[in-house]
């Protein structure tokens, strides 16, 4: 069982600034990738962005390019996501999610899900 924890989200006015870190309680080898998620009212959950834990390959929706960045540290077994120039349409809450088998990181078949976190974006 991977337990991912969430932390970082808050209320930001349009053009400012929030970091997202997830971290999980397996170690870094044990994962393959992780990704960020959101979820606004009464609207699918989309994808965000998506890292490889070893090779470090990053994927984005075309929404968040030259926006966002992920990242992550492998000694502490946690990603990040940078959010810059944020929108009112960003406010959504924010999953991180964690696949120990090869997937395709940018569709929804994670294993592990965290418990998510509110972005509020004020216009």
């Known amino acids: 069982q991977v337990q991912l924890v969430e932390s970082g989200g808050g209320l930001v006015q349009a053009g400012g600034s929030l970091r997202l870190s997830c971290a999980a309680s397996?170690?870094?080898?044990?994962?393959?990738?992780m990704g960020w998620f959101r979820q606004a009212p009464g609207k699918d959950r989309e994808f965000v962005a998506a890292?490889?834990?070893?090779?470090?390959?990053?994927y984005y929706a075309d929404s968040v390019k030259g926006r966002f960045t992920i990242s992550r540290d492998n000694a502490k077994n946690t990603v990040y996501l940078q959010m810059d120039s944020l929108k009112p349409e960003d406010t959504a809450v924010y999953y991180c999610?964690?696949?120990?088998?090869?997937?395709?990181?940018?569709?929804?078949?994670?294993?592990?899900w965290g418990q998510g976190t509110q972005v509020t974006v004020s216009s």
């Open positions: 999610a964690a696949s120990r088998v090869m997937i395709n990181l940018r569709s929804q078949k994670y294993e592990y």
């Open positions: 397996e170690r870094t080898f044990s994962n393959l990738g």
């Open positions: 890292i490889s834990w070893i090779g470090g390959s990053k």
